[in-house]
């Protein structure tokens, strides 16, 4: 018989305005688990390892195959997508944390809408006139497209901004995420029509200034977006666009 | 134009749409765009919606491969793929748009993969000789939604759509002439119900996988919502018509699809015989090979893995192989595929070949709707997959995301309609009929937080529900195991009543939400397997060995389900088959 179990250590937090406290749970280990399946058990039966009966542990998830970016949290130290996490390569036992650029909800649980905030502050679309049928849209080379496509598979999971240092309390970076959909909606044939917007609207103090250049975004990147690429060709189209509105007055 | 503009003006209607993936957003731009206001409430995010979890592509007979592709040849593929189910005009209208769709997305700025050219490339799926589906990587779901939740960014910006994410849809408010006059809903975080006026309510709830455990479903496809309004009187057809994924790869917490474009790009299903590999598939359909339809393949596996007992290492399980295809098409069309598998499965696919075993994916079957996406519940409309009319008895591959955007543009168009049209606003409903709805929500969840401190755990109630509907109501159908499955349901129904929540905090609990979805789960699973029982035919999806042909004379009719305290109490309906006679389906 099997008596292997997965001991992990999960930070807890009752309300936003609680304090935080630790609770350690152990659960039959299977092959093939990942962290989800790891929380579901605690769900269904939440015992703590001291046998004590406690309330389920909260946390956000959705798809399980890391293409929804609910299920961000810190696993061991380190920020990432907990469905696609196996137990099989972690050292237990497991620590389970919030992400800490964001305000907690409850638990695991982090309330990211400001990153949706900043799609909306970049203008983070391709303003179309309508959607009434108005032909075919631009022909764009397969290399440029594939380029794109990179950017376009953000799913503004929260991994960037998590380890982003300039991401802090006493500063108002969007984070990189958004400047990577800058690129992306830039890039686009009709997107680019409106570039200068996008550019204004990261040129504040919540803007690309505050990149450090640490480049810690774009190893958390769980789809391997080139952020820092992205950064530091909008760092480029940003002094051109400085100098040229110097020269324009 | 300007007159209804004037008229608009006038009533000023309030319009909300429950679910923010493909379906509910086309809905929301459309509306948003003729200067209606409107609410938006998804459980989560609308950026995490089920939507992106679609892979492999969306059809439009564009004809771009010089194949004398053309919309009545998807009309004719997609109605004989359903097995001559669905009603005809509403697939032939989808059809049609289908090429109009593309080139939209493609203006918004989906990024589809390129020929040469730089046009957009098209790939084969099942049930179909052409090349007809555009794509976006293996994510062309996820590109999709993305564009739509740019542009409802857009109206949310400039104030015209108003997004309400964390809410749990509960009710229907309906008031005494039975006309659908709002909504009810609970916000997950503070668990607020509360009540919110409307003069339509779009449902754009999404698929019912969680009612069979795991599927390839994200955990919020529950059905709940539609569970909820047909216990309130709408009607929900073609329940028994669920969809089995060919390929999944079986996993504790749930079913991860690998997306039939593997097979449109070249991948080979085979298993063991004789020591040698065998490409069943591609002998028992010489035509149509690896690509014929999911119904069809799915069984293929079942024989393969039950009744041959040849499943890889005698494990239900067979191989899906793509080790010989080019590593460069790999990357740039089935990328997303191969980094899934590996992730998941510790394996390179592109060395050793994928094992997979079919599983729960899509609902034919869904709310009751007329042309206009209005179930008969006057001012409830149902679009996407909650809904039943496009895709009969089976879907083809890479028609769920067409019907999604159809689908919404009709609303776009009929919500306008009802609106405009109706005598009275909701303004001059009286405020009686928000209360009792609101109470009678309200006292649900009093009752499941103070007193729910019974010995049933819902979880496990969960999970057996799971089971059964997986075991008797998917690919192959009995009708003793159907009917004590609906036993079983009605067990668990009973045992329901005595369940107790482990947490009964007012903060953030999902444990309340989740206690009333099962219910609802429940009621429908329910629907699903006496449906199921009642037809005693084999059509599409739903297959039965003990009645292996499909019998026109006495089943070509649509399921329509009824709610009542006693269970689901069935009707049925004729199919409008006015446009291709049908003949019997072979590949």
Redesign the interface.
């Known amino acids: 018989m099997d008596t292997k179990t997965v001991h992990l250590k999960i930070k807890r937090q ?2 936003p305005d609680e304090a935080s406290y630790w609770e350690e749970f152990e659960i039959p280990y ?1 092959p ?3 962290v ?2 790891a929380l ?1 058990d605690i ?4 015992v703590t390892r001291q046998g004590q009966k406690t ?2 542990v ?1 946390w956000d ?10 299920c961000s949290m810190i696993i061991n130290g380190q920020v990432r997508q907990a ?2 996490t ?1 137990i099989d390569k972690l050292h237990q036992p497991i620590v389970l944390a919030p992400m800490t650029k964001f305000p907690v ?2 638990d695991l ?1 982090v309330d ?2 400001r990153m ?1 905030e900043s ?2 502050k970049i ?6 006139d ?2 009434y ?5 631009p ?4 290399s440029e ?2 380029k ?2 990179e950017f ?2 953000c ?2 999971c929260g991994c960037c901004l998590e380890v982003c240092p300039q991401v802090n309390p006493l500063s108002e970076f969007m984070g990189p995420a958004a400047l990577g959909q800058v690129r992306l ?1 830039n890039a ?1 044939p ?2 680019q029509m409106n570039k200068a917007e996008r550019w204004e609207a990261i040129m504040g103090p919540d803007g690309i200034a505050n990149c450090s250049n640490d480049q810690n975004c774009v190893k958390a990147c769980p789809k391997n977006i080139p952020l820092t690429e992205a950064i530091a060709e909008l760092n480029r189209d940003l002094t051109f666009y400085g100098i040229l509105g110097l020269l324009r007055r | 134009m300007a007159l209804e503009r004037e008229k608009r003006k006038m009533k000023n209607p309030k319009i909300a749409i429950v679910g923010g993936g493909l379906a509910g957003l086309m809905s929301a731009i459309k509306l948003a765009e003729k200067g209606y206001a409107l609410s938006l409430f998804s459980l989560v995010p609308v950026k995490r919606s089920h939507s992106v979890c679609a892979q492999g592509g969306i059809n439009a007979a564009k004809n771009l491969k010089g194949e004398g592709d053309s919309p009545w040849q998807h009309f004719e593929d997609t109605v004989y793929g359903g097995d001559f189910l669905a009603n005809q005009p509403p697939v032939k209208g989808m059809c049609e748009a289908g090429p109009g769709i593309i080139d939209l997305l493609d203006r918004m700025g989906v990024m589809f993969n390129r020929t040469p050219e730089g046009l957009i490339d098209m790939r084969r799926f099942g049930g179909t000789k052409y090349n007809r589906a555009a794509f976006a990587g293996t994510t062309t779901g996820q590109q999709l939604l993305y564009a739509l939740d740019e542009q409802v960014r857009r109206y949310e910006a400039a104030g015209l759509i108003k997004k309400y994410e964390g809410w749990d849809f509960l009710s229907a408010v309906i008031d005494e002439a039975g006309i659908c006059r709002g909504l009810c809903a609970m916000n997950l975080t503070t668990l607020e119900v509360r009540t919110f006026p409307a003069d339509a309510v779009v449902l754009a709830t999404g698929g019912i996988g969680y009612i069979f455990g795991k599927s390839t479903n994200s955990i919020i496809c529950n059905g709940s919502a539609a569970s909820a309004v047909y216990q309130q009187g709408a009607y929900y057809a073609n329940g028994e018509f669920i969809q089995i994924h060919p390929s999944t790869i079986p996993g504790e917490d749930k079913l991860r699809l690998i997306s039939e474009s593997v097979r449109s790009e070249g991948g080979r299903l085979w298993t063991y015989k004789d020591g040698k590999p065998w490409y069943f598939l591609e002998e028992w359909h010489p035509e149509y090979k690896n690509l014929v339809p999911r119904d069809i393949a799915s069984r293929a596996i079942y024989k393969v893995c039950y009744e041959l007992k040849l499943g890889i290492e005698g494990k239900n399980l067979v191989y899906l192989d793509i080790t010989h295809l080019d590593p460069k098409l790999i990357e740039t069309k089935l990328g997303g595929v191969v980094e899934i598998y590996q992730k998941f499965m510790g394996e390179d696919p592109r060395k050793v070949p994928m094992k997979i075993f079919p599983g729960m994916h899509y609902s034919m079957g869904g709310l009751w709707v007329d042309y206009n996406q209005m179930t008969n519940i006057p001012g409830l409309f149902a679009v996407g997959e909650c809904e039943y009319q496009y895709h009969g008895a089976n879907r083809l591959g890479a028609n769920s995301l067409l019907s999604c955007f159809y689908g919404g543009m009709i609303i776009g168009r009929s919500v306008v309609e009802y609106t405009t049209g109706l005598q009275s606003g909701v303004d001059s409903v009286p405020s009686t009929v928000f209360e009792r709805e609101l109470k009678r929500q309200q006292q649900i969840n009093d009752q499941l937080l103070r007193s729910a401190d019974g010995p049933e755990n819902p979880y496990q109630i969960h999970k057996e529900m799971g089971e059964w509907m997986t075991e008797h109501v998917t690919v192959i159908r009995y009708n003793k195991n159907l009917q004590e499955t609906d036993h079983k349901l009605q067990e668990l129904l009973d045992r329901y009543k005595k369940i107790g929540l482990n947490d009964r905090g007012n903060w953030a609990n999902p444990s309340l939400p989740f206690a009333r979805q099962l219910y609802n789960m429940l009621q429908l699973a329910r629907v699903i397997t006496i449906s199921a029982l009642a037809r005693n035919e084999s059509r599409g999806a739903h297959y039965k060995p003990e009645f292996p042909n499909r019998d026109d004379e006495n089943w070509l009719k649509t399921t329509k389900a009824r709610f009542t305290l006693h269970g689901p109490e069935l009707s049925y309906e004729p199919v409008d088959v006015s446009l291709i006679k049908p003949r019997p389906r072979t590949y």
């Open positions: 009752r309300r299977r093939n688990m990942n989800i399946i579901q769900q269904k039966n939440p309330t389920p909260v998830c959705n798809c399980l195959e890391e293409v929804c970016g609910a469905c696609s196996l909800i409850r649980l990211r809408s949706f799609l909306k203008k983070g679309w391709i303003p179309i309508g959607t049928d108005l032909g075919p849209g022909r764009m080379a397969e497209r594939r794109a496509y376009s598979r799913m503004t909606f686009h009709t997107g």
